[in-house]
């Protein structure tokens, strides 16, 4: 088997059997492209450990960053993994090999003054409002862009007061939504009917009537953040942190910030803890008599 057939079977199998998402399985593509790129004239099933160290030792050296090499690391070793399951290798040579250390960074979040500034735009036109909802409810219940250009019609629950949200791998959750969010989304749901097209189920949908993109998305977020004179980098990934935050730092509940979020693991909710400390510290040195040097 050929390498091209061996990453169309993988991205086959990541599609249909593990269910990952088109954009996720054109990002493993894409990894994969490279490594068939740099084996060259060395089928896959003949890489060594040593080769894979000094792909990725050229890699780092051409600038390639900690993060994107450890991505790229990863699937690499899904493939092989795959490809020995189908008899087609008999050992990952990826196994053992390790990528830079990446530089630990915070996640970038709003105050709760700059969310709720952001959240409270003007709704005068029917885009507007529509705007008004989706970021009342990403900062309300922590989604994910892609979750929320995914929700239906069928997804809020405004008697419970949550909704029902297909996160990574195809999992669904149900998440709270606050009253303002609510309020908005029925404000929004009061004139879609003049922009959606007939048979769309989407709650939300772009002028033409069909479901918003998740570029739309990003575009109208990082306007209304110049608009309304909030940090111009603000997207809706900031939205999300903020709310994991805001909620650890009022409940410190952990656990329960992590499946609001869809989180696998508390190792990716616990970022959030770090926030915690170092807005305590920001008050320790604001307030304690003895917290700055004289």
């Given at each position: 088997?050929?390498?091209?057939?061996?990453?169309?079977?993988?991205?086959?199998?990541?599609?249909?059997?593990?269910?990952?998402?088109?954009?996720?399985?054109?990002?493993?593509?894409?990894?994969?492209?490279?490594?068939?790129?740099?084996?060259?004239?060395?089928?896959?099933?003949?890489?060594?450990?040593?080769?894979?160290?000094?792909?990725?030792?050229?890699?780092?050296?051409?600038?390639?960053?900690?993060?994107?090499?450890?991505?790229?690391?990863?699937?690499?070793?899904?493939?092989?993994?795959y490809l020995?399951?189908?008899?087609?290798?008999?050992?990952?040579?990826?196994?053992?090999?390790?990528?830079?250390?990446?530089?630990?960074?915070?996640?970038?979040?709003?105050?709760?003054?700059?969310?709720?500034?952001?959240?409270?735009?003007?709704?005068?036109?029917?885009?507007?409002?529509?705007?008004?909802?989706?970021?009342?409810?990403?900062?309300?219940?922590?989604?994910?862009?892609?979750?929320?250009?995914?929700?239906?019609?069928?997804?809020?629950?405004?008697?419970?007061?949550?909704?029902?949200?297909?996160?990574?791998?195809?999992?669904?959750?149900?998440?709270?939504?606050?009253?303002?969010?609510?309020?908005?989304?029925?404000?929004?749901?009061?004139v879609r009917?003049?922009?959606?097209?007939?048979?769309?189920?989407?709650?939300?949908?772009?002028?033409?009537?069909?479901?918003?993109?998740?570029?739309?998305?990003?575009?109208?977020?990082?306007?209304?953040?110049?608009?309304?004179?909030?940090?111009?980098?603000?997207?809706?990934?900031?939205?999300?942190?903020?709310?994991?935050?805001?909620?650890?730092?009022?409940?410190?509940?952990?656990?329960?910030?992590?499946?609001?979020?869809?989180?696998?693991?508390?190792?990716s909710t616990?970022?959030?803890?770090?926030?915690?400390?170092?807005?305590?510290?920001?008050?320790?040195?604001?307030?304690?008599?003895?917290?700055?040097?004289?």
């Amino acid at each position: 088997m050929s390498a091209a057939s061996q990453r169309s079977s993988f991205l086959a199998f990541l599609a249909t059997e593990r269910r990952l998402s088109p954009l996720t399985c054109k990002h493993y593509g894409r990894d994969i492209n490279k490594l068939i790129e740099l084996a060259g004239e060395t089928p896959l099933e003949k890489l060594q450990t040593h080769h894979i160290r000094r792909f990725i030792a050229n890699l780092h050296g051409s600038g390639l960053s900690g993060k994107s090499l450890r991505r790229m690391l990863s699937a690499w070793r899904g493939l092989f993994d795959y490809l020995g399951r189908q008899g087609l290798v008999s050992n990952n040579p990826c196994t053992g090999v390790r990528t830079p250390k990446i530089e630990k960074r915070l996640p970038q979040t709003l105050s709760p003054d700059e969310a709720i500034k952001l959240v409270e735009i003007t709704h005068d036109t029917t885009a507007a409002r529509r705007d008004r909802a989706m970021l009342e409810l990403l900062y309300s219940s922590g989604l994910r862009v892609s979750e929320l250009v995914g929700l239906n019609l069928d997804s809020i629950n405004a008697q419970s007061g949550e909704v029902r949200v297909t996160g990574k791998g195809n999992k669904t959750r149900i998440v709270p939504v606050g009253e303002a969010a609510l309020a908005a989304i029925g404000e929004w749901q009061a004139v879609r009917d003049q922009l959606a097209a007939s048979n769309e189920i989407a709650l939300f949908v772009n002028r033409f009537g069909k479901r918003l993109s998740v570029r739309t998305v990003q575009t109208n977020i990082k306007r209304w953040a110049i608009k309304q004179s909030v940090n111009a980098s603000v997207h809706p990934h900031v939205l999300r942190h903020s709310f994991a935050s805001h909620v650890l730092q009022s409940s410190g509940d952990l656990r329960a910030v992590q499946e609001m979020l869809g989180h696998a693991s508390i190792a990716s909710t616990q970022v959030y803890t770090h926030l915690d400390f170092q807005h305590l510290a920001k008050i320790y040195d604001s307030a304690h008599p003895r917290a700055k040097k004289r």
